[in-house]
């Protein structure tokens, strides 16, 4: 089993020790817990490019905004231990909330711009929660590298972005998008999906390789690709509101025309669960 540290200084200590005895090289990934496969493959990148690997698992109350699934948000210690172990996993950081943000917190961290952008229109607040508890975090362990997975595009773009603007001594290793055959991104929250909603869920993947089709074809407008995106995900049932089908650079900045390297990014609801999905353009 990996060792489990609740506390910030615990975990201090232990890792200092490993660190400074063994002169080992120390890989992260954060998560919010209820690992799945898209964890799996960002742990497997750190387990083969460092000698330790840490896995945090804190649901960040401070990313979700007011009647967002805080409360419902899946979690599960006991199967998430089981999943690290098998993993290789050697340390597991779960702090409570209080070490986290200590007793009369006041510092926040929030980048400009990236911050109100796809996501942050829709979710005030939310990368300010982010940028905030990713820096704790990388504070607290002090890790060589750290894994982000490309599924929340916008975050790694922005936790790039934060520790070149911090000069936090950190490499930012991007995952690609893990799948289900069928090509759901796996999610935490995918368990809030009935069969039907799942099934409707999968339109994001399929308007992914339909705009995909297009773009072989010759289609280059980014409005006509988004028209008929936004077609075909309508059409199916349990598909309740589009918040944005955006086409970006790599940069998110947003392109009139499409190039190779180019993003697709998807934010929808399906039944009462929140979806987002990207795509690189190929
Ligand atoms: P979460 O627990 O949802 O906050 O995700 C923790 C990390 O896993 C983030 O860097 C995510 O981008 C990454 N991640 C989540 N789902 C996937 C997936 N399907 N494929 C690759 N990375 C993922």
Redesign the pocket.
């Known amino acids: 089993m990996p060792l489990l540290f609740r506390k910030v200084k615990e975990l201090r200590n232990h890792l200092h020790t490993l660190r400074c005895e063994r002169n080992a090289s120390l890989g992260f990934?954060?998560?919010?817990?209820?690992l799945?496969?898209?964890?799996r493959?960002?742990m497997e990148r750190a387990r083969l490019q460092n000698d330790i690997t840490v896995v945090s698992i804190y649901v960040n109350p401070t990313q979700f905004g007011e009647g967002e699934d805080y409360e419902r948000y899946p979690r599960d210690l006991e199967r998430d231990m089981a999943v690290c172990e098998e993993a290789g996993i050697d340390v597991v950081f779960a702090p409570t909330d209080k070490e986290v943000y200590p007793p009369g917190s006041r510092t926040e961290v929030y980048v400009r711009e990236l911050s109100e952008v796809l996501e942050g229109k829709f979710r005030p607040g939310h990368f300010k929660g982010v940028a905030t508890v990713v820096t704790k975090l990388l504070n607290a362990v002090q890790p060589d590298r750290a894994?982000?997975?490309?599924?929340?595009y916008q975050?790694?773009k922005l936790i790039q972005r934060l520790v070149k603007d911090l000069l936090i001594p950190v490499e930012i290793v991007p995952?690609?998008?893990?799948?289900e055959p069928d090509g759901l991104?796996?999610?935490?929250r995918n368990v809030y999906l009935s069969p039907e909603e799942r099934e409707s869920a999968l339109s994001i993947y399929r308007a992914f390789l339909l705009a995909q089709e297009m773009i072989n074809q010759g289609e280059r407008s980014s409005d006509t690709i988004k028209g008929e995106m936004e077609r075909f995900i309508l059409s199916h049932p349990h598909v309740k509101k589009i918040d944005y089908i955006e086409i970006t650079d790599p940069d998110l900045n947003p392109k009139g025309l499409v190039d190779r390297g180019d993003r697709i990014l998807v934010a929808l609801w399906v039944g009462s669960s929140r979806l987002i999905d990207n795509w690189k353009v190929l």
Do not use: C, I, N, W
């Open positions: 990934v954060p998560t919010m817990g209820y799945h496969e898209g964890h493959a960002l894994y982000f997975g490309e599924k929340d975050q790694l995952v690609e998008t893990v799948r991104a796996y999610s935490s």
